[in-house]
C-alpha cells in the first residue's frame, strides 16, 4: 500500500523513536557552533520545519538531517517561505515571524545518472507525518476521498475553543510528548495578547503588527497547564491525533518566555508561557507548489 501517512507504533513500551517516526533533528555547522531545531518526514525527499531555523548565507552542505534510525541525510537546498522576513519590520520590531516555514530537500547533489539517488529510507523509526488538505488526511480522517474539501479539514481538525494538540521535543535522550491546546475562536485573541509580554515586543502596541493570521497559539495555564517549548523545539511539528493517526497542523515558531536553559525546562509554566506556530492551512499553496513534485496529493 502506497505509504500511509501518520501511523505509529501504539503500544506503551514502544521505543520513542517508533511512536514519533516522522520527527529529524537538523542541525546548522557554523563557525560559532552548531543551531540544532526539529522538523518533520513529509515524503521521501521533504522535510517541514521553521524558516528562522537559517541565515541567508547558510550553505546547502553545512545543514545537517538525521531520523530516528540516526542516519543522515544530505540536504540540497533549503526552501524558506517567500513572505518570510525576520528583520520586516527593523528597527521597530528586531525579530518578526511571519511566515516562519520552509522545506528542507534531501537529496543526492552529486547524483550521478543512475547513479544511488538519496531519498529518505523509511522503517518503523522512520514514517511520514500527514499535512492538511492531502488525499493521505483524507484518509486517516476516514472521510470520503472524492467529497472531502480542504475546509473540512480545517472545520474536523481545527475546532471552535480548545484543540487538544502536541509537540514532541528531546529530553535525556528520549523523543517526549508534550500536551499543548491551540486556541481557536474566543480563545484566539486572549492567548496572541500575551504575545507582548516577550521581552523582544516590549514595545509594541498592537499586538496584531507581531501575531499575524498565520499564527496558532498554544500554552499558559487556563484551563489547565499547558506544556511551553524551547528554542531546541524550533522548526518541529504541532500534531493532532486523530483516532491514532497523526496530522501535523502548525510548525512551531517562536515562545514568549524562554522557560528553558540548555534545553532543560523550568518545572513550572506561567500564565503567560505561550507558544505560537506556522498555521499549515495558511500557507497551503506554497506547500502544494513544493510537495506535489513528490508524489503528494493535494485536494
Ligand atoms: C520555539 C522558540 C523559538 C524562539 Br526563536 C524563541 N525565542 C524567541 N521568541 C521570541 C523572541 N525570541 C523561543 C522562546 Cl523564548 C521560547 N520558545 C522559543
Redesign the pocket.
Known sequence: AMNMCGMAKEYDDAPSEEKNPWIVSISIIREGGVEKCKGAVLTPHFILTAA?CFNIDDQAHQIKVETNDRKRYKVINVISHPNYNVNAKKPKIA?FYDYDIALVEIGDMNKKPGGKEEKIEFSSKVRPICIPCTEGTTRALRKKVAQTTCDEHEATLLKWGLVEAMFITQEDNQLTRKDVTIKTGDQKPVCNRDALK?P?YADVKDVNEVVTDRFLCTGGTEPHVNAF???G??GGPLVINHRQRYIQVGV???????LCLNNIRQPFAKAESR?FHTNLFKVLPWLESKLKEDGLGFL
Open positions: 528562522h525579530e516577550a523582544l517549548t524551547c528554542k523545539d524550533s512551531i515558531s517562536w515562545g514568549v518566555t524562554n507558544d
